[in-house]
């Protein structure tokens, strides 16, 4: 069945960084477009970056623009999300999803969400 | 960037219908996406591109889109519907997503 499952979450310092993991499985990975979206502890849904099938179109929401990067290895099924400068306010559980179509433009599967901490 | 804006809450009976809005300007303009969230869950798409219906959703769910407001309605409210729904949309050159704040869905 379409599964992703997200890892690379914990306790991480103001200012240093982590990498969060996204491994897809039961699709074509290299067919769809993948997101990452966060959810503050108590707070709603924040979209955080977008990355397409094609691995050339990526964008960023504008609290981590510039901070985050956002790769996919197709070959290993994998979505990544690199987490630099990381502030007390990035604490948050970060899920994965897939957006179909050639723009991405929903989600219409996600993983169970990893937890990322950011405290000294 | 713009927001969409949801009720905070919205309360209903068993067997009543909720409806639960998304507003922006012109929203109509856009296709908007529902998502279903319960504690502890990852968010599950109920509605997309306004009405439809990913399979295993139940007819129960419906939505709509016209002038500058988006409504998801639930039929027949269970307590199982119990949960904070979310409406999305996406820029048109898919370089943007914005999540509305979400509405609590209490059924009493």
């Known amino acids: ?120 | 960037s713009y927001v969409l804006t949801q009720p905070p809450s919205v309360s209903v009976a068993p067997g009543q219908t909720a409806s639960i809005t998304c507003e922006k300007n012109n929203i109509e303009s856009k296709s908007v996406h529902w998502y279903q969230q319960k504690p502890g869950q990852a968010p599950v798409l109920v509605v997309y591109d306004d009405s439809d219906r990913p399979s295993g959703i139940p007819e129960r769910f419906s939505g709509s889109n016209s002038g500058n407001t988006a409504t998801l309605t639930i039929s027949r409210v269970v307590a199982g519907d119990e949960a904070d729904y979310y409406c999305q949309v996406s820029d048109s050159t898919g370089d943007h997503v914005v999540f509305g704040g979400g509405t609590k869905l209490t059924v009493l």
């Open chain 1, 1 to 120: 069945q379409v599964q992703l499952m997200e890892s690379g979450g914990g306790v991480v310092q103001p200012g240093r960084s982590l990498r969060l993991s996204c491994t897809a499985s039961g699709f074509s990975f290299r067919s769809f477009g993948m997101h990452w979206v966060r959810q503050a502890p108590g707070k709603g849904l924040e979209w955080v970056a977008v990355a397409w099938y094609n691995e050339r179109n990526i964008y960023y929401g504008d609290s981590v623009q510039g901070r985050f990067t956002v790769s996919r290895d197709n070959s290993k099924s994998t979505l990544y999300l690199h987490m630099n400068s990381l502030r007390v306010e990035d604490t948050a559980v970060y899920f994965c999803a897939r957006g179909p179509g050639q723009l991405a433009r929903l989600m219409d599967v996600w993983g169970q969400g990893t937890s990322v901490t950011v405290s000294s």
